[in-house]
């Protein structure tokens, strides 16, 4: 887990450094230079921690569930709560994860998060006993026709690796 120092910086400080941070940041105009700011700044554990913040977002905003979040992210309930706490309560989280989403659907962005997640959690669907109910038609014919053509061309890899999950229909 990400530390914070005991000993904490004076308010100006504070103040001037974040300023600067959220410069440094809009100026950043290409994916790779903020990928490479991100790489260079940031250690492992503290992008993991974001990126799943921001996962959690995305999540939360495209209409799934603490379960299903919780089982695509590795992530806890608190942790979950947290974010949802600062996509409602918060003034420019959720516009940006929105328009995100918005330009990713407009892209047609098969390998966005987003995009992955929902793949992800068809398979959990219909795998998982537990949620067998919501495989009825939860997605719609054309996703359906994806999902059966992917299933079938995945399905001895998700029996190796989920034995537990496949359910015998």
């Not at 993991?48 to 992210?73: C, P, S, T």
């Amino acid at each position: 887990m990400t530390r914070v120092s005991r000993n904490p910086l004076t308010q100006d400080i504070w103040e001037g450094v974040k300023d600067d941070l959220a410069k440094l940041i809009s100026i950043l105009s290409d994916k790779n230079l903020v990928q490479g700011f991100f790489d260079d700044f940031l250690t492992p554990t503290e992008k993991v921690m974001l990126a799943k913040r921001l996962g959690i977002a995305v999540l939360l905003i495209g209409g799934f569930g603490y379960d299903e979040i919780k089982e695509i992210l590795h992530v806890s309930t608190s942790t979950i709560f947290t974010v949802q706490n600062a996509v409602e309560k918060g003034k420019f989280l959720k516009p940006a994860v929105e328009d995100l989403l918005r330009i990713q659907r407009k892209e047609k962005d098969r390998g966005s998060f987003f995009e992955k997640a929902k793949d992800s959690l068809r398979i959990l669907v219909v795998h998982d006993r537990r949620s067998l109910a919501r495989a009825m038609n939860p997605f719609s014919s054309e996703e359906e026709r994806e999902f059966e053509a992917y299933n079938k061309s995945h399905k001895k890899a998700w029996e190796t690796a989920w034995p537990n999950r496949m359910t015998k229909i």
